[in-house]
C-alpha cells in the first residue's frame, strides 16, 4: 500500500494543524469546563471549507481524500476532541445525503452542510435500540401526502443545534432491516422537540440529545428508496469508522505528546523520570501502538477511496485505535502523577474523551462481530 501523503493532503494537515494549535486547543478546556457546544469552533471550521471535507466538489464539498480527511480529524481531535465528535457526527448526516438523496435533497442541504451554514445530525440510537439498529421502534408511516413520523431518538450528536437531521424510522413493521427507511427532517419541521442535553463523561462540548418526533413529513422527506435505510446506515458507519479511528489517533497522539515532555522535565530524586525505564518502556509501547494504529487507520482511509468493499478495514482500525487511545492515554495520565488526575492538566480530559471510541458508532464488541462476519464470510 502507497501511504505517500500527497500535496493537498500535506496542505490541509498544515492548515488544521494551525487551527487546533491556535484556535481550537486554547479553548478546549473551556468548552469542557462548561459543557458549552462547540459552534463557536465549528464555524471557524465551516469557513475554511472542513465541513465539506467529505463531499465531492459538484455537490458543494472540497472532495478531499479519505486520507486528507483523517489528517484534519486526528488535528482537531487532537486539539479539542469534542469539536472532532461535532465535525464527524455532521459528516455522517452529509455522507447519508450524498450516498442516498436525490438531486433536489443534495441541493437543499450539502451546500451549505459544506460552508457551514447548515449543521447536521444523524438519528439513528434509540434508548431500547443501540448496538441493534432492527430494534428500533420509531415509525415512518406512508399517509395522505408523505409520510407520519413518531418514536424518540437517544444520544444524539448535534442534535440540539441540527438544522437538518438524518432520522432512520421502521416503515415496514414485517420486514427486519429491510423495513428501515431514511428521512429528512428539518429543524422547524412541526412535532419535532428537542430533550435536554445528556449529562457525559467526556465529549461535553458536542452534547448529545433525546429527540422527539411527531411529524407529518413531505412525500420528499424519504431519503432514498423505502426500505433501504439500514444499508444507508450501515454505509455511512463504515466511513465513520474511519474518522472515529482518526479521532483516536489525534486524542492518544496529545496525550502522548504530553507525557513525553512531561517525563523530560519533571524531576524526582534529582533525575528526570525520562532516565526511568520503566517510563521509557511505557514510552516506547505508546509510541508503537500509536503508529500501528496510524497504519491500520490509513490503510482503511485507503480502501475507503478504493471503490471496494472495506467493512472489515474499517473496522479493524476503529477496534484497535480506540482500544489503543484507551490504553495511550490512561499511561500518559500515569506517567504525569497527581498532575495528570488534576484538572489542571488536560490529561484527564484526553481519558475521558477517549472512553466514548469504544462505544459509539458501533462498539468495540459490535466491530469484533463485524470482522469475524467479513472473515468467515
Ligand atoms: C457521546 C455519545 C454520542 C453518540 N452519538 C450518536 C449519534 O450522533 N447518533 C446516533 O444514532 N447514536 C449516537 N450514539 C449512540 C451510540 O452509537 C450507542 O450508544 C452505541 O451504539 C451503543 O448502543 P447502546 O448504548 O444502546 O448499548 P447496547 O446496544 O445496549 O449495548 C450494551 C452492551 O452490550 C454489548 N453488545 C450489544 N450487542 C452485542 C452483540 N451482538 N455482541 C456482543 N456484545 C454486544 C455492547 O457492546 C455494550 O457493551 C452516541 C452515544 C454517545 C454516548
Not at 113 to 135: C, I, K, M, V
Not at 162 to 185: E, H, I, M, Q
Request: net charge negative; aromatic share 6%.
Amino acid at each position: 500500500m502507497d501511504f505517500t501523503i500527497g500535496e493537498e493532503e500535506r496542505a490541509l494537515e498544515e492548515t488544521a494543524a494551525r487551527v487546533a494549535r491556535d484556535l481550537l486547543a486554547p479553548r478546549a478546556a473551556a468548552h469542557d469546563e462548561a459543557a458549552s457546544f462547540v459552534g463557536d469552533n465549528l464555524a471557524e471550521l465551516g469557513k475554511l471549507g472542513f465541513l465539506g471535507l467529505n463531499l465531492r466538489e459538484e455537490e458543494g464539498g472540497a472532495g478531499a481524500s479519505s486520507l486528507g480527511i483523517s489528517l484534519v480529524v486526528e488535528r482537531v481531535a487532537g486539539a479539542c476532541a469534542a469539536t472532532a465528535s461535532a465535525m464527524t457526527a455532521h459528516y455522517l448526516a452529509t455522507d447519508a445525503i450524498a450516498i442516498a438523496g436525490t438531486d433536489a435533497q443534495k441541493a437543499q442541504w450539502l451546500p451549505a452542510a459544506a460552508e457551514g451554514r447548515a449543521l447536521g445530525a444523524f438519528a439513528l440510537s434509540e434508548p431500547q435500540a443501540g448496538s441493534n439498529p432492527t430494534d428500533m421502534t420509531t415509525r415512518g408511516e406512508a399517509v395522505e401526502g408523505g409520510w407520519h413520523l413518531t418514536g424518540t431518538k437517544q444520544w444524539i450528536t448535534n442534535g440540539g443545534f441540527a438544522d437538518f437531521l438524518v432520522v432512520f424510522a421502521r416503515t415496514d413493521p414485517a420486514a427486519g432491516a429491510r423495513g428501515l427507511s431514511a428521512f429528512l427532517v428539518g429543524r422547524d419541521a412541526p412535532g419535532f422537540r428537542k430533550g435536554a442535553a445528556e449529562r457525559t463523561m467526556g465529549l461535553k462540548g458536542a452534547p448529545v440529545f433525546e429527540l422527539g418526533f411527531d411529524c407529518r413529513l413531505p412525500a420528499d422527506a424519504l431519503l432514498g428508496p423505502a426500505g433501504s435505510g439500514f444499508k444507508t446506515a450501515m454505509a455511512v458507519l463504515d466511513r465513520g469508522r474511519v474518522e472515529i479511528a482518526s479521532m483516536a489517533l489525534g486524542i492518544a497522539g496529545a496525550a502522548f505528546e504530553a507525557a513525553r515532555d512531561w517525563a523530560k522535565q519533571r524531576q524526582v530524586g534529582g533525575r528526570p523520570i525520562a532516565d526511568l525505564q520503566g517510563l521509557q518502556w511505557m514510552l516506547a509501547d505508546m509510541h508503537a501502538e500509536l503508529e500501528a494504529a496510524r497504519l491500520l487507520t490509513w490503510r482503511a482511509a485507503l480502501a475507503r477511496d478504493s471503490g471496494h468493499r472495506f467493512a472489515r478495514e474499517a473496522a479493524v482500525a476503529k477496534l484497535y485505535a480506540s482500544e489503543m487511545a484507551g490504553r495511550v492515554t490512561d499511561a500518559a495520565l500515569q506517567i504525569h502523577g497527581g498532575y495528570g488526575y488534576s484538572r489542571a492538566l488536560p490529561l484527564e480530559r484526553y481519558a475521558r474523551d477517549a472512553r466514548i471510541l469504544r462505544i459509539f458508532e458501533g462498539s468495540s464488541e459490535i466491530q469484533r462481530n463485524i470482522i469475524a462476519r467479513e472473515l468467515l464470510r
